[in-house]
């Protein structure tokens, strides 16, 4: 045995400390060591939020309609898209050319000469519609092109946009499921490596895909590897993190989810052709591959691991760099983890309430959120600065949450977010066609904010409620909850677009967003409480709550820590 490894184990060789104790008492809970770390890590948000949310300017429709054919789109054009397009009533009352319809009479090039030549019109038996045999031409004032364009997704063919981005959701789900275990048997570096190269091939293979059909099966495969990358980073956060800094940290997080999502809607807004558009958020997402092996592996990950010597040399580094020193009788120790099962979030009546309504809220948080994050595009107005001002309500609601959180809980700031944010999205519904696109637009983003409000409320809450012992599997059933809320977002706003009425999206949202913030209601307040350990009390937990049950001693950074979702 070297003499480095028996000096290190003899710094390391006598009484029993836990983890946490560590960070608290010797090596410091966030210090220089630990911020370089959460920022290099927090950064991975950033090409996240481009993975997910690219797609409202990537996959956007831009106006388009039938293509004449050939002799008659090279001369004389306006004239003949006036003579043989149909015009339709837009919502705004307007009337514009039908996307996917022609007069058919098109194809009869001496009939239509005639009529120009006498300055004649249709009549009535001229008038029978087709489909758009030509193509299409598209408006590229606002966008160069997308993949809309580029495949001509219209008509019978836009549901494939609709399919693309739940399918990518779906990606998500399957990447919770594959890789948890991975992360957890293999190390969080290594994960977060080997997944950042799998992510970088598999989009520059996006780049020169050449269907819709191998885009979507890569954006499913990018949508897997992606959530394995952020569950491992945001578990490696939390673990370098000590106890009283983690549900800051935890929380903030969400700040490099609005510095990508700020510098998305730049870069659409300085690059409108997809392509180009893409190979740019393509090679930036690239660049965090460089300094991903810069990054250590979990102390902690390598305690409970039982690789006590890596761990001890790491720990001793932290100190260093923190300027801090480490007593030489130390054994550091892991808790050992409470298992538990899925069933027992239902076993019980009390328990089995609390969850169902949890569930509810994370799907109808996620639900909302993509709902109007995905579709901003479509709003009246500029794209760009519908984007940026969807995303930009999210900061005054994360800063309140944290306000509220302490002053009125948890249960009455959750209720008030989906009650407030349902409201918002049903009082769209009656307005007249001829209203202000501002009033939707502030009735639009304030429904927005409120959801925003939602998601980070349900997150601890959710936790908050759970007893220890199945902490994490509540936590990563509600997760998955918000990840099927996520793939049927699109769907939802596609089916206003099938049966004709754009206000069906609204009434499903709107009321999914009231019975969430009603059924918040029945939950217990966790503010202030002792938080439940066992499973028994998980399920006494909210039936009768004593006045002097004192203030909680396991913190939300308990929760933070314990869950790898």
């Known amino acids: 045995m070297s003499e480095e490894k028996q000096a290190s184990q003899e710094e390391f060789s006598s009484r029993p400390i836990d983890y946490d104790e560590v960070l608290v008492k010797h090596v410091g809970e966030f ?29 956007a429709t831009p106006k388009h309609h039938c293509k004449l054919p050939a002799p008659l789109s090279d001369n004389h054009t306006a004239y003949f898209q006036d003579l043989l397009l149909p015009k339709v009533q837009n919502s705004k009352g307007e009337y514009e050319f039908d996307e996917c319809h022609m007069y058919a009479i098109a194809d009869n090039f001496s009939t239509v000469y005639t009529m120009m030549e006498f300055n004649t019109t249709l009549n009535e038996s001229q008038r029978e519609l087709t489909t758009c045999t030509n193509g299409w031409t598209y408006d590229t004032s606002i966008y160069t092109s997308t993949i809309v364009s580029q495949w001509d997704l219209v008509c019978d063919r836009k549901v494939l946009v609709t ?61 897997a590897s992606l959530i394995g990358i952020v569950n491992a980073c945001f578990v490696e956060v939390i673990e370098y993190c000590g106890p009283n800094w983690r549900v800051f940290c935890g929380v903030c997080l969400d700040v490099f989810w609005c510095i990508g999502t700020f510098t998305l809607v730049l870069f659409a807004y300085l690059v409108r052709d997809y392509w180009k558009l893409h190979w740019i958020l393509t090679g930036s997402c690239g660049l965090f591959l460089l300094y991903f092996c810069t990054i250590p592996e979990s102390a902690r990950w390598l305690y409970v691991t039982k690789r006590e010597e890596k761990g001890n040399k790491l720990l001793m580094k932290l100190a260093k760099h923190n300027n801090k020193s480490l007593p030489t009788d130390l054994i550091v120790q892991t808790k050992a983890e409470q298992k538990g099962t899925i069933l027992d979030l239902v076993r019980t009546p009390n328990m089995r309430k609390k969850t169902l309504i949890v569930c509810f809220n994370w799907f109808t948080s996620s639900l909302l959120y993509y709902f109007l994050t995905l579709n901003t595009a479509q709003l009246v ?65 304030f429904g ?73 209601l029945l939950l217990p307040e966790t503010k202030g409480k002792k938080l439940p350990e066992s499973l028994e009390d998980g399920e006494n937990f909210g039936k009768k709550q004593k006045k002097d049950e004192g203030q909680t001693n396991i913190l939300m950074n308990e929760i933070l820590l314990e869950t790898n979702i």
């Not at 920022?39 to 993975?51: E, H, N």
């Open 448 to 520: 927005k904010f409120c959801t925003a409000a939602s998601f980070r409320v349900v997150y601890q809450f959710s936790g908050e409620l759970m007893p220890t012992g199945i902490r994490t599997i509540g936590l990563s059933t509600g997760s998955m909850c918000a990840r099927i809320g996520g793939v049927l977002a699109p769907l939802v706003y596609d089916l206003g677009e099938h049966v004709d009425s754009q206000a069906l999206p609204l009434i499903i949202c709107g009321t999914c967003s009231l019975l969430g913030g009603f059924l918040s």
């Open 163 to 223: 399919i693309s981005k739940s399918v990518f959701m779906a990606g998500l789900i399957a990447g919770c499921l594959m890789f948890g275990s991975v992360t957890d048997r293999f190390g969080r570096r290594p994960t977060i490596l080997a997944l950042g190269v799998v992510v970088t091939v598999l989009n520059i293979g996006i780049g020169f895909a050449e269907s819709i059909t191998l885009y979507i099966v890569l954006r499913f495969l990018v949508g």
């Open 31 to 59: 210090g220089p060591f630990q911020r370089r770390i959460y920022v290099l890590l927090g950064m991975t948000w950033v090409p996240t939020a481009y993975m997910i949310l690219n797609v409202v300017f990537i996959a």
């Open 381 to 445: 107005g500029s794209p760009y600065l519908n984007f940026f001002l969807s995303i930009l309500v999210e900061v005054p609601a994360f800063i309140i949450c944290l306000f509220l959180f302490k002053r009125i809980g948890r249960r009455i700031t959750q209720s008030a977010a989906l009650l407030l944010g349902g409201i918002a999205l049903l009082l769209i519904i009656p307005l007249p066609k001829e209203t202000p696109p501002e009033v939707i637009a502030t009735l639009t983003n």
